[in-house]
């Protein structure tokens, strides 16, 4: 078991971002993540990791990612600490995709919403740095720190670590999101929004 904390922010200029991760983090690789959301008897009213608890349907759902030909089970537990993302996370990997999607519909589940991620991946002492294009979004920085700790106050350094890691990249603090991307892009995809960042 491990846990994660998070966050991301959104970025205006991608080709200077990704100059200031070349000079200052590892370059790891190239991605692309296709991502497809299993909701377990949701609750129209929330959305998965809203809330400050992690209670809701995102503890009811999973999801199963295809990254570079390796397809993984995740589930999590969500809490909010300020802007961090903390999640509990727990995966397995699955050797044929299409036969446990088939095994899904079978039982009466459906990938109920969908995502797809294309970016570069960096490291610098301890943090996993992305610089995404999701799709129908935009562009986005994220920052994650993996613990293997049940600690509040590790949990707490390491969110202030990714927010000094941000100061250092130029991240205007106005830009972190805090919002879910399954949250952002049911605006997007019910119609028109308000939202202005997520065009």
């Not at 078991?1 to 370059?27: I, T």
């Not at 692309?32 to 349907?57: F, I, M």
């Not at 996370?89 to 797809?116: S, Y």
Request: aromatic content about 8%; proline content about 4%; glycine content about 8%.
């Amino acid at each position: 078991m491990a846990y994660e904390v998070e966050m991301k922010a959104w970025v205006d200029d991608w080709d200077a971002m990704e100059a200031r991760l070349r000079d200052m983090c590892r370059f790891v690789r190239g991605f692309r993540k296709d991502d497809r959301y299993y909701l377990v008897n949701p609750e129209p009213a929330t959305e998965p990791g809203d809330g400050a608890s992690g209670a809701g349907r995102s503890e009811r759902g999973f999801r199963v990612r295809v990254d570079a030909g390796r397809a993984c089970v995740t589930f999590k537990r969500k809490e909010r600490h300020r802007r961090a993302e903390i999640n509990m996370e727990r995966e397995f990997e699955v050797d044929d995709v299409e036969a446990f999607n088939e095994l899904m519909r079978r039982i009466g589940l459906e990938p109920q919403f969908t995502k797809v991620k294309e970016g570069l991946e960096f490291e610098h002492d301890g943090l996993v740095i992305e610089l995404v294009h999701v799709r129908e979004l935009g562009d986005f920085l994220e920052v994650e720190c993996v613990d293997e700790r049940d600690d509040a106050s590790a949990h707490q350094a390491a969110a202030q670590r990714i927010e000094e890691f941000f100061t250092r990249c130029g991240v205007d603090p106005e830009r972190i999101e805090s919002a879910p991307y399954m949250k952002l892009l049911r605006r997007i995809r019910s119609g028109p929004t308000d939202a202005g960042r997520a065009t």
